[in-house]
C-alpha cells in the first residue's frame, strides 16, 4: 500500500536529549531515527516525510497559538499525504489533541498525535514503539479523526487525559471507550469511531486571543475568593467542582457573583472534578443553585476538551449566547449527549 505520511515533530520527550539541566529538545530527529531503526528492517516502514518545527517546544511551554501552528502545518500539507503524524511532548499532549479536533473538523484522513515518555536517544524507550505503530496505523487504518496513540491504546483526542506522570501508559480515556487496541494484532473497534464527514473538510484556525480560566473549588471557597478571580480578564470560566457539578450554595454572595458574571458576557462552563461520570445540575439543590446563575454543564468531557473547546468558540462564534448553545452540544465526539 503505496500511503504517504506527513509527521510534524514540534518537540517533547521523545527527541530531546540529556544536558547539565536535565532533558531539552534537540533538532536532527530523522538522523536519530535513522540510527535507531536497522537497516534491513528500514524498507518494511511506512513511507513518510518528516518537518520539525522552526523552534522546538518543550510541551509544558506550548500555547493556545502552537495549537494554530500546528493545526495550519496539517492544513498546509494535507492535499499532498495520506495521514499525518504530530510528535508532540505528554504533558499537554491532551490539550493539543483536543484543540486540533475543533480546529480540523470534517476531517477524511487520520491525524494522530503521539510522544513517548524516555526519549529516542535512550537505549531502552518507548518512543520507537510509538512512532512505529503510530505509522502503521496512519497508513493502514485511515481513522477519519484527530487520534491520540501511546502504550498500545489509540484514543479519540478529544476524550484523552494524561492519568500517570511517568507510567508508559500514561493516557487513557475515562469516558469514552478506545478507538483501538495494540498488541500482537491490531484490533480496531469500528463501532467506536466517528464515520468520515459527508460535508467534507471544514478547518478552522483562528488566532486564539481570548483568556480562558479554571477554578477549582475546594472545601471553604468563599466569595471574596472568586471576586478576587473575576476581577482578572477572562472570557471563559471553567469551575470544577464536586461530584456531578456541585458547588457550596450557602454563601449568596458567591452565587449572586456568578450571575453577575454571566448576564456581562462571561461564559461559565461546570466541570466535574471526577475522572468518570458526567454533570448532571438537576441531581442535587447545590447543582440548580448553579445552573440557575447561567453557568453550563460540561457533561462528560476532559477539561483538556473543555479549555480548548471554549478556546476555539469564543473565537469562532459571535454571541456568549451561542457559544453556551454549543458547549453544551456534540461537535466532533467531545462529549455524550444526554
Known amino acids: 500500500m503505496n500511503r504517504r505520511i506527513y509527521i510534524l515533530y514540534t518537540g517533547g520527550t521523545i527527541g530531546m536529549q540529556r544536558s547539565a539541566d536535565g532533558y531539552v529538545p534537540m533538532a536532527g530527529l530523522a538522523d536519530l531515527i535513522n540510527e535507531k531503526i536497522p537497516l534491513h528492517l528500514s524498507a518494511s516502514v511506512p513511507e513518510y516525510h518528516l518537518e520539525e518545527l522552526d523552534t522546538l517546544i518543550d510541551s509544558t511551554n506550548a500555547t493556545p497559538a502552537d495549537w494554530r501552528r500546528i493545526a495550519a502545518k496539517v492544513v498546509d500539507n494535507y492535499a499532498n499525504y495520506d495521514g499525518f503524524i504530530i510528535l508532540h511532548g505528554t504533558d499537554t499532549l491532551a490539550y493539543t489533541a483536543s484543540a486540533l479536533s475543533f480546529m480540523l473538523q470534517g476531517l477524511q484522513k487520520p491525524v494522530i498525535i503521539t510522544g513517548s515518555q524516555i526519549p529516542l536517544s535512550e537505549l531502552r524507550n518507548d518512543a520507537l514503539d510509538n512512532l512505529i505503530t503510530a505509522l502503521v496505523l496512519a497508513r493502514n487504518y485511515p481513522v477519519a479523526e484527530v487520534c491520540l496513540y501511546f502504550s498500545g491504546r489509540l484514543l479519540r483526542g478529544n476524550r484523552a487525559t494524561k492519568l500517570k506522570a511517568t507510567g508508559f501508559d500514561a493516557f487513557d480515556s475515562p469516558n469514552y471507550p478506545w478507538l483501538g487496541k495494540v498488541g500482537i494484532n491490531i484490533e480496531m473497534e469500528q463501532a467506536n469511531i466517528r464515520p468520515p464527514s459527508t460535508a467534507g473538510e471544514q478547518f478552522e484556525l483562528p488566532h486564539y486571543d481570548k483568556r480562558v480560566v479554571p477554578l477549582r473549588l475546594y472545601p471553604g471557597i468563599d466569595a471574596d475568593y472568586l471576586r478576587h478571580v473575576l476581577q482578572l480578564p477572562m472570557d471563559g470560566l471553567i469551575l470544577e467542582s464536586f461530584g456531578v457539578g456541585n458547588a457550596p450554595d450557602r454563601d449568596p454572595e458567591l452565587l449572586r457573583l456568578l450571575d453577575q458574571a454571566n448576564s456581562r458576557g462571561l461564559v461559565t462552563v461546570n466541570l466535574s472534578q471526577c475522572l468518570y461520570g458526567r454533570v448532571d445540575l438537576s441531581s442535587y439543590a447545590t447543582g440548580s443553585a448553579l445552573a440557575r446563575t447561567g453557568v453550563i454543564g460540561g457533561a462528560d468531557m476532559t477539561m483538556e476538551a473543555t479549555f480548548a473547546k471554549l478556546h476555539h468558540l469564543l ?17 466532533c465526539g467531545e462529549l455524550t449527549p444526554a
Do not use: Y
Not at 462564534?317 to 451561542?322: G, H, K, Y
Open 315 to 331: 473565537m469562532t462564534e459571535s454571541s456568549a449566547a451561542r457559544v453556551r448553545d454549543l458547549m453544551a452540544t456534540d461537535i
